[in-house]
């Protein structure tokens, strides 16, 4: 990636980050100076179950009484390319959360900013694009793929809510390849997008993988985090 293109990779988040340090800055109105980039990103996985937990449509029923089960790390670098276990392995029919961290240069975790509160929230939207996946809503037998970004409160306590999951961001998210979409490796890049004003409630839970979405929903990329997944029936 270039230097340019890297700069304007991560100016949105940093803009924000600078806003968000104004205010919670203490009262005597000191601001620690936010430092230039972002030095690493995680995206954690981790195996959901439960007797109530399973596909339906765009979305999972029974995630509020999940179990967590194994988890395995995503690590990357400044550049969004992966450094540790960027080839990989899901059950197919597994559901597995997600959960987004990234660092700035000073240590600070910034990925919380995204969802600090719901005005925050009003401005960024993930979506996982790539992998040609066959979507779990155009199966007859709930067997394709679903992503679905669910946050319940913003990091100020307040409860998340809109209609059909447009309040949620995906800073924690779920995730299924689903059956159909097993014994193949795909290319994927996890993007947290920063929207402009009141474009967030016009995405649906079916545009997470649309390749066009950059067009539909006008913005910029704060995050792209490229790895691949590999699907595969549990033998």
């Known amino acids: 990636m270039t230097s340019q293109k890297q700069n304007k990779f991560f100016s949105a988040i940093l803009a924000f980050g600078l806003i968000a340090s104004f205010a919670s800055c203490s009262s005597n ?6 430092q230039e980039g972002i030095q690493k ?5 981790t195996e959901v179950t439960g007797a109530g937990v399973y596909p339906h449509g765009d979305h999972f029923h029974g995630l509020a009484g999940a179990t967590d089960g194994t988890a395995t790390v995503v690590t990357f670098n400044a550049q969004g390319a992966a450094t540790a276990n960027g080839h990989l392995h899901l059950d197919a029919e597994a559901v597995y959360r997600i ?16 969802i600090a509160n719901e005005a925050a929230a009003a401005n960024y939207k993930a979506f996982l694009i790539g992998g040609d996946y066959i979507l779990n809503p155009t199966t007859t037998n709930e067997t394709g793929a679903i992503f679905q970004p669910r946050e319940t409160v913003y990091g100020d306590g307040a409860a998340v809510t809109g209609p059909a999951g447009t309040g949620t961001t995906g800073v924690i998210s779920y995730f299924s390849a689903g059956h159909d979409n097993a014994e193949k490796s795909r290319a994927v890049t996890f993007i947290m997008r920063r929207l402009q004003s009141g474009v967030k409630g016009n995405i649906t839970r079916l545009d997470w ?8 929903f006008a913005g910029e990329n704060v995050l792209e985090l490229q790895f691949e997944i590999h699907a595969e029936h549990d033998h």
């Not at 109105?29 to 936010?34: A, I, L, M, Q, Y």
Request: aromatic content about 12%.
């Open 29 to 34: 109105n000191t601001v620690e100076p936010v």
């Open 41 to 45: 990103a995680e995206l954690t996985f």
């Open 99 to 114: 959960d987004l961290k990234a660092w700035d240069h000073t240590g600070r975790e910034v990925a919380a900013d995204f």
């Open 209 to 216: 993988n649309k390749n066009d979405y950059a067009s539909l």
